[in-house]
């Protein structure tokens, strides 16, 4: 049984920064390229970023690039997501997703395993 587990969320300023965690069980780590997610009240849920199964490869949202990070951490079956100078509009629901075959996509549908998700609200 696949899991995928959100942790490191909760409330921050504008400005600031914030780390979320997603530990991988149940499946091979190691060879799946991962992806965060994010969804808004009464919006569609988006890309944020995403990391190759070996960690040289990642993408970003425009939204966020120069600011959110994504890393990896093969030993601990972890994926990672460095969120810096924090702006309202990033607050959503954080999803970390696994898609064990093939590269780095930006679509929903490309991801086969999702966690719960973790809820990250930035106040102005």
């Known amino acids: 049984q696949v899991q995928l587990v959100e942790s490191g969320g909760g409330l921050v300023q504008a400005g600031d920064s914030m780390s979320v965690s997603c530990a991988a069980s149940g499946l091979t780590f190691n060879t799946s390229a991962m992806g965060w997610f994010r969804q808004a009240p009464g919006k569609e849920r988006e890309f944020v970023a995403g990391?190759?199964?070996?960690?040289?490869?990642?993408a970003n949202v425009n939204s966020v690039k120069g600011r959110f990070t994504i890393s990896r951490d093969n030993a601990k079956n972890t994926v990672y997501l460095q969120m810096n100078s924090l702006k309202p509009e990033d607050t959503a629901v954080y999803y970390c997703a696994a898609r064990p075959i093939g590269n780095i996509v930006t679509y929903l549908a490309g991801y086969r395993y999702w966690g719960q998700g973790t809820q990250v609200t930035v106040s102005s």
């Open positions: 990391i190759s199964w070996s960690g040289g490869t990642s």
